[in-house]
Structures are given as C-alpha cells and as structure tokens.
C-alpha cells in the first residue's frame, strides 16, 4: 500500500488537472493501521499545461534567423580571391586573409635567397577585393556558391624590388653608372659624361611570377632563369644633359647688371668656382653656391659701379632738332648697399639664373644743344660758320666759276665722305664742256646740292676767287676742320 493515493489515468498533456479533489492521508505514519482518522490533504494547485513543441520551436526559429542574417554579411561558399578561400567570412576577414596570404608569399630567384612580396613592395588592394567579393557574391545568393575563383592583380615598386634582388641575386646584377656633370676648364663650359645602363633581374618577371603563385594558391615561386632587363641609372644622360645647358646658359649670361647693361661680368671659370654640384634622391643634379665665394668680389662692386653723370653736348638744327652727338650723356650713378648681394645672388644662381640686377641711384646729365649753320657768301666768296646764331668761325673759299656756277638756295648737308675721287666735264664761260676731268683722293666732302659739296682742295690756292665747277673748295685743314664741326642734317645758305 502507497503512502500517497494517486490516480494513474491523468494525462500530463491535458489543458484541465487530472482531479480537482483533494488527495488523501492516509495516516501519520502512512500506514493503514486502523488506529488513525482519516483526513483530506489540502487541494494541490491545478497544473498549466506543458507546452513542450512551442519551447522547443523558438531555438530552432531564432537559429533559422541568425543563418539567415548572417547570409546577408558572409560570402558566399567556396569563393576564393587571389587563391585564398574566403567562403563564410566578412569581408573584413577575408580581407585580412588575402593580405596575409600576400605578405607570406615568396619568390627565389636564380638559385638566391628567397625575397618576400613585402620587399619587392608587393600591393593589392586586399580590402576592396573582399568587399567586391561579397558585393558580388553574398552568401544568401545561392546562385553564386562554388563560384570561378576571383583573380586578384598584384603590383611591385620596382626600385624596391630592384633593391632586393640585387642583394638576394648579385651574380645577376650590374650595377649601372651615372652620368657625370663637371666644369672642363679647357672649354669653360659644363660637359656631361654619359650614363650607362646596368642589368638586372626583369621586375615584369617578377611581377608575373608573384602573380601566378597568388592564382596557383601558392606561397613560394621559383625562378631559375628570369628574364634580364636593362636597369637605368639613378641619373640619366639626358638629365645631365638638362642641367649642363641651364649652368652654360647661366656661364654666359652671368654677371651685375644695372638694367639692361653687364656693368660687372663674371668669369666663367669663378662662376664655376662658387658652385658647387650634388644629386637630388631622384637623380637629378642639384646646384647650389657659397655666398663667401662671392663676397670678395661684391666687395668690389662700387669701384666698378659708381660713376658721376656726363653731360650730353649735341647738335641741333635752327628748329632744335636733334642731328648729332658731339658728346653722349651718361646718367650718373652710385650702388645704394652691398648688403645681402651675396646671399641674394647664390639664392639665384641655386634657381638657374646668373643675372643679378644691382640696387643702383641714379643722377641725370644735363644737355647743351648748339644749332648750327653754315652761311656761303658768293660775292665775298666767304664761309662762316654759326652756333646758335653767333659767328664762331669765318674764312676765304673758292666757289663756283663762270659756266659752272654755285647755285643759289638753302639746303642742309645730306651726305658726308672722307675721301672721293670727282668725275666731272670742264666747263666753258657759257656751260659748254670742254672735256671730261678726273680729281683723284678728294678729301672731307660734305654734299649739300646734288653734285655740289664743301671739299678740301689740293690743286690750287685760289682763295676768295671762283675757280670750282660748282662746289666750296677750301684748303684741306679747313675742310678737315668744317667735316669735324658739321652735321647731316646743318643748314647751309648760298646766297650773294
């Protein structure tokens, strides 16, 4: 006999409880001895029901979710980039693979030591490849599972690369030469000694190589016998070239300058001193000059510099027209400071240009102007000269005879020779010729009327009576003496 009455027919499952009564004692002792009363137990409370399917659908719900969601961050199943699995994982993930894929990759070239991707400087884009990876093959497109695989184009810094192989492979190298720049003292110019190419392991074979274990899934390529290409060097001839013409452009021009005036040349081979040649990282050559070089001769500078003014002496016509300078002016002028020349001038010759425009103050001249005139007096067979409306000068002169006469008139001297040989035709009392002439080595001829001109004479003394075929004869020294003092351009009078 049981402790506790039970009742074997409920049914845990149902909505109601198995009996609403309540349950029976049946003794202190639980047993039936007959000596106890009999007293009802208090009523149990009533069961809820046990809903076991619906407890055990929400996991299985929830996991069904998660796979779902996480379909929209994973790529899809079986894809690879760059021969690096990358199904089920994030872009992010996969994007950390394909790096890592990349930087334990190895090449060995020639027999030499093995070179990573990291020292040939080895680049993709590992990131971007994952994120097009999924854009293209998200894990909840089951169209794209097991896909082709995803090629991925590796690049390499060819300097780097260049760099490593040398050291990994040197009985495959050569090492290229330079081109030299230097000053020839000979030529005063800069001459260039031309670059000559080296040899080296072909970085497009490396590349490739790289390429093809990253396709294969690989981690280690060999090159036995890679393809050789020529390897430039750091400074080309036609960049050497480049900066000889800029420091030979700089030799000729180089100098003080006061505007458009080299009042101070430099010498091409002191030029050439203050500089001092270097290579720039690129290769380039780089120029730069000692501003203690040059101050010794900016210390020079006003004694070659400062000038006073000199006044201008011209000659004019009665309308004070300009026709000559006696003596050109020249403004005066006086360097303001030497201080900073130097500096100023190195920072130049750094940049290409050896023009140096010199901080100058500069005074005016003043002019004189003198109008001049020459009067011929046919009936005192006189010339006398005039500047500025007084006589300066007057002496006797040989004019035109009778048949060949001195016309009259103004004119102005057009044209003036040192010496000349006269082709001419005697003339009769009345014009007829009588022949033609030839006067040899005529000096100071001064022509103002077609064929008539001021001239020294040789042949005769005739002063102060008519004895030419038309011209002013007058002894040489005067004629030499009148030449000096006159003009293209000075009036002349011809009158009785």
Same mark, same amino acid.
């Given at each position: 006999?049981?402790?506790?009455?039970?009742?074997?027919?409920?049914?845990?499952?149902?909505?109601?409880?198995?009996?609403?009564?309540?349950? *029976?004692? *049946?003794?202190?002792?639980?047993?039936?001895?007959?000596?106890?009363?009999?007293?009802?137990?208090? /009523?149990?409370?009533?069961?809820?029901? !046990?809903?076991?399917?619906?407890?055990?659908?929400?996991?299985?719900?929830?996991?069904?979710?998660?796979?779902?969601?996480?379909?929209?961050?994973?790529?899809?199943?079986?894809?690879?980039?760059?021969?690096?699995?990358?199904?089920?994982?994030?872009?992010?993930?996969?994007?950390?693979?394909?790096?890592? !894929? *990349?930087?334990?990759?190895?090449?060995?070239?020639?027999?030499?030591?093995?070179?990573?991707?990291?020292?040939?400087? @080895?680049?993709?884009?590992?990131?971007?490849?994952?994120?097009?990876?999924?854009?293209?093959?998200?894990?909840?497109?089951?169209?794209?599972?097991?896909?082709?695989?995803?090629?991925?184009?590796?690049?390499?810094?060819? @300097?780097?690369?260049?760099?490593?192989?040398?050291? @990994?492979?040197?009985?495959?190298?050569?090492?290229?030469?330079?081109?030299?720049?230097?000053?020839?003292?000979?030529?005063?110019?800069?001459?260039?000694?031309?670059?000559?190419?080296?040899?080296?392991?072909?970085?497009?074979?490396?590349?490739?190589?790289?390429?093809?274990?990253?396709?294969?899934?690989?981690?280690?390529?060999?090159?036995?016998?890679?393809?050789?290409?020529?390897?430039?060097?750091?400074?080309?001839? =036609?960049? /050497?070239?480049?900066?000889?013409?800029?420091?030979?452009?700089?030799?000729?021009?180089?100098?003080?300058?006061?505007?458009? =005036?080299?009042?101070?040349?430099?010498?091409?081979?002191?030029?050439?001193?203050?500089?001092?040649?270097?290579?720039?990282?690129?290769?380039?050559?780089?120029?730069? @000059?000692?501003?203690?070089?040059?101050?010794?001769?900016?210390?020079?500078?006003?004694?070659?510099?400062?000038?006073? /003014?000199?006044?201008?002496?011209?000659?004019?016509?009665?309308?004070?027209?300009?026709?000559?300078?006696?003596?050109?002016?020249?403004?005066? !002028?006086?360097?303001?400071?030497?201080?900073?020349?130097? /500096?100023?001038?190195?920072?130049?010759?750094?940049?290409?240009?050896?023009?140096?425009?010199?901080?100058?103050?500069?005074?005016?001249?003043?002019?004189?102007?003198?109008?001049?005139?020459?009067?011929?007096?046919?009936?005192?067979?006189?010339?006398?000269?005039?500047?500025?409306?007084?006589?300066?000068?007057?002496?006797?002169?040989?004019?035109?005879?009778?048949?060949?006469?001195?016309?009259?008139?103004?004119?102005?001297?057009?044209?003036?020779?040192?010496?000349?040989?006269?082709?001419?035709?005697?003339?009769?009392?009345?014009?007829?010729?009588?022949?033609?002439?030839?006067?040899?080595?005529?000096?100071?001829?001064?022509?103002?009327?077609?064929?008539?001109?001021?001239?020294?004479?040789?042949?005769?003394?005739?002063?102060?009576?008519?004895?030419?075929?038309?011209?002013?004869?007058?002894?040489?020294?005067?004629?030499?003496?009148?030449?000096?003092?006159?003009?293209?351009?000075? =009036?002349?009078?011809?009158?009785?």
């Amino acid at each position: 006999m049981t402790d506790v009455v039970t009742r074997t027919d409920i049914d845990e499952s149902d909505d109601a409880t198995a009996d609403d009564s309540p349950t *029976l004692a *049946l003794g202190a002792t639980g047993h039936d001895d007959g000596g106890g009363e009999a007293q009802w137990a208090p /009523a149990e409370p009533a069961r809820k029901k !046990r809903r076991l399917g619906l407890w055990i659908g929400i996991p299985v719900g929830v996991a069904a979710l998660g796979a779902v969601a996480a379909s929209f961050m994973l790529i899809a199943p079986g894809t690879t980039v760059a021969g690096v699995p990358v199904g089920l994982l994030t872009p992010g993930a996969a994007g950390q693979a394909i790096a890592e !894929r *990349l930087e334990s990759t190895e090449i060995v070239v020639g027999g030499g030591q093995s070179v990573s991707a990291a020292d040939l400087g @080895a680049q993709l884009d590992a990131r971007e490849m994952a994120t097009a990876a999924f854009e293209t093959r998200p894990a909840w497109n089951v169209t794209q599972w097991f896909g082709d695989p995803v090629p991925a184009t590796v690049t390499i810094d060819p @300097a780097l690369t260049a760099a490593a192989l040398q050291t @990994a492979a040197p009985d495959l190298y050569t090492v290229p030469t330079d081109a030299a720049l230097t000053f020839d003292p000979a030529s005063q110019t800069y001459v260039v000694t031309p670059a000559v190419d080296g040899e080296g392991v072909d970085p497009a074979a490396v590349e490739a190589g790289l390429q093809q274990a990253l396709d294969d899934g690989a981690t280690t390529v060999v090159l036995d016998e890679p393809a050789l290409a020529p390897v430039a060097p750091l400074t080309t001839t =036609e960049s /050497a070239q480049g900066s000889a013409d800029v420091l030979n452009a700089m030799l000729d021009t180089a100098g003080f300058y006061v505007g458009e =005036e080299r009042t101070v040349p430099i010498d091409r081979a002191v030029l050439a001193s203050w500089i001092t040649l270097s290579t720039g990282e690129d290769g380039t050559v780089e120029f730069t @000059a000692d501003p203690a070089a040059i101050q010794p001769v900016v210390d020079t500078l006003p004694g070659l510099v400062d000038r006073a /003014a000199v006044d201008a002496t011209v000659i004019t016509n009665t309308a004070g027209e300009h026709l000559w300078d006696i003596q050109a002016g020249q403004a005066g !002028r006086a360097l303001e400071t030497t201080d900073g020349i130097a /500096a100023g001038f190195a920072d130049q010759l750094a940049d290409g240009n050896a023009v140096y425009a010199l901080p100058v103050k500069e005074t005016e001249f003043q002019t004189t102007a003198l109008a001049r005139t020459i009067d011929v007096n046919l009936s005192a067979q006189r010339v006398t000269l005039y500047e500025n409306g007084a006589a300066v000068d007057s002496w006797l002169v040989s004019t035109g005879k009778q048949g060949a006469p001195t016309y009259t008139g103004n004119y102005t001297i057009n044209s003036m020779y040192p010496m000349q040989t006269l082709y001419g035709t005697y003339r009769g009392p009345n014009g007829e010729p009588r022949g033609p002439y030839v006067q040899p080595d005529v000096k100071w001829m001064m022509y103002f009327n077609g064929g008539q001109a001021f001239h020294g004479v040789y042949w005769h003394s005739k002063w102060g009576t008519p004895s030419s075929h038309g011209c002013v004869g007058m002894p040489e020294w005067r004629a030499a003496q009148l030449y000096d003092w006159a003009a293209p351009g000075v =009036e002349v009078s011809i009158h009785y």
